[in-house]
């Protein structure tokens, strides 16, 4: 062997024990990342309206509907709360038209009790309100639920908290897509009637205005909808691995499904981007498996992706993570990962393969040669060749221990 793949073999080994040593020193510590910068809550228990509480719940999750439902009335009930409103999610309406009927009926809290899909539809209905948010984490993946340091099992204390915990303020991050439009499609502009340009300034949910954004600046784009996430959006590989999950697997073993989804991925080509960071004016082309523009940092099996990012500090963490060396290169980018959710950012190995560059902005854009998958939150948006994001700070009142 020629001395790069004897130095590639022993960064490998190097990588898996620093990976399983790491793992343990993990366990044992305990350790997370503090989901917020600041300890305040945003009200007291005395300053909470008196209306009733409502939930909106995804019928198509596992839990069985009226024993929650029977049980989020009982514990009303013991906190001297109002008799609950129940509202079920459709295939039509996958939670925001359910927050608007609870909002007229004067709900004093609206509980997302489904999967991360849920907890995202609410949230958007709830953007920019005071009337707070809380949590019945049902799905695959939890991924705020997690964040938050919820519990995930034990359906009386996710009950308990969603009804009377906490109000903290937390950022909401927006995301909105340029997809390629084929070739058959007219080349006149949907949105303005103008050909080959729109500019539009939407104002989401909850009344805060969008920056102005500029479709087709790839030509023949479509300009989508914006997108609310309150963990993280991707392009690139996560997003592929997050398409690549089946069900029926995430059914049975939950979210492991994901990573099992994302083995076919790992091999796959690179993306060559160009990042704008919108307050510095920076750009900077590379390539790139996946980008990721995060609310906060933490990922399923106490994973801490990016160990800066919090919920209320009012920035988005972006975290662009590329690999060499085939294997070698993710084995020695989960050592990176689980080390640095240690506390461990310098890497002191001379040879690196899989490597994590970090950025904090308000506003961004990725561009890509070709067009890459794009999630948000475990959701797949499908295929885009440009992706705009921004914060929108203290933009949700969410429940918490």
């Known amino acids: 062997m020629g001395w790069e793949q004897w130095v590639a073999v022993i960064a490998l080994v190097v990588a898996v024990a620093g990976l399983v040593i790491g793992l343990v020193?993990?366990?044992?510590?305990?350790r997370r990342t503090p989901p917020f910068s600041h300890e305040d809550p945003v009200t007291t228990p005395d300053e909470r309206p008196s209306g009733p509480p409502a939930v909106v719940f995804n019928p198509s999750k596992s839990a069985d509907g009226e024993r929650l439902r029977a049980l989020v009335a009982e514990v009303a009930a013991d906190s001297g709360l109002p008799e609950p409103i129940?509202?079920?999610?459709?295939?039509?309406?996958?939670?925001?038209?359910?927050?608007?009927?609870?909002?007229?009926?004067?709900a004093s809290v609206v509980v997302a009790a489904?999967?991360?899909?849920?907890?995202?539809?609410?949230?958007?209905?709830?953007?920019?309100?005071t009337t707070p948010m809380g949590i019945l984490p049902l799905g695959t993946g939890n991924l705020l639920a997690r964040n938050l340091d919820l519990p995930l099992t034990g359906h009386r204390d996710m009950v308990t908290i969603a009804l009377t915990g906490r109000n903290r303020a937390m950022d909401l991050g927006w995301l909105r897509i340029e997809r390629p439009r084929a070739a058959s499609d007219p080349e006149h502009d949907v949105y303005r009637g103008e050909p080959g340009r729109t500019?539009?300034?939407?104002?989401?949910?909850?009344?805060?205005?969008?920056?102005?954004?500029?479709?087709g600046e790839v030509p023949g784009a479509d300009l989508d909808k914006e997108h609310v996430f309150l963990v993280i959006g991707g392009m690139g590989f996560d997003a592929a691995m997050v398409g690549g999950a089946p069900d029926d697997l995430k059914a049975r073993i939950g979210w492991v499904a994901y990573f099992v989804g994302g083995v076919r991925h790992l091999l796959g080509r690179k993306m060559r981007a160009t990042l704008e960071l919108g307050e510095s004016g920076q750009s900077d082309t590379f390539q790139a498996r996946t980008v990721l523009v995060a609310n906060c940092g933490r990922l399923p099996g106490g994973v801490v992706l990016l160990p800066d990012a919090q919920l209320d500090d009012g920035w988005l963490d972006i975290a662009a993570i590329?690999?060499?060396?085939?294997?070698?290169?993710?084995?020695?980018?989960?050592?990176?990962?689980v080390l640095q959710g240690l506390g461990v950012r310098r890497d002191l190995l001379p040879y690196s393969t899989g490597t994590i560059e970090f950025r904090r902005?308000?506003?961004?854009?990725i561009r890509t040669e070709e067009p890459e998958h794009v999630q948000v939150d475990g959701d797949l948006l499908g295929e885009a060749t440009v992706?705009?994001?921004?914060?929108?700070?203290?933009?949700?009142?969410?429940?918490?221990a």
């Open 25 to 30: 020193v993990l366990r044992a510590l305990g």
């Open 86 to 106: 129940w509202l079920e999610t459709t295939v039509e309406d996958p939670g925001v038209g359910q927050v608007r009927e609870a909002l007229e009926k004067g």
């Open 114 to 129: 489904g999967g991360d899909g849920t907890v995202r539809a609410v949230a958007e209905g709830l953007a920019g309100r």
């Open 199 to 215: 500019e539009v300034a939407a104002t989401p949910p909850g009344g805060t205005q969008a920056p102005d954004v500029t479709a």
């Open 322 to 337: 590329d690999t060499r060396g085939g294997i070698i290169g993710w084995a020695d980018l989960l050592r990176k990962v």
């Open 361 to 365: 902005t308000r506003t961004l854009t």
């Open 387 to 400: 992706v705009h994001a921004r914060v929108q700070p203290a933009g949700l009142v969410v429940r918490t």
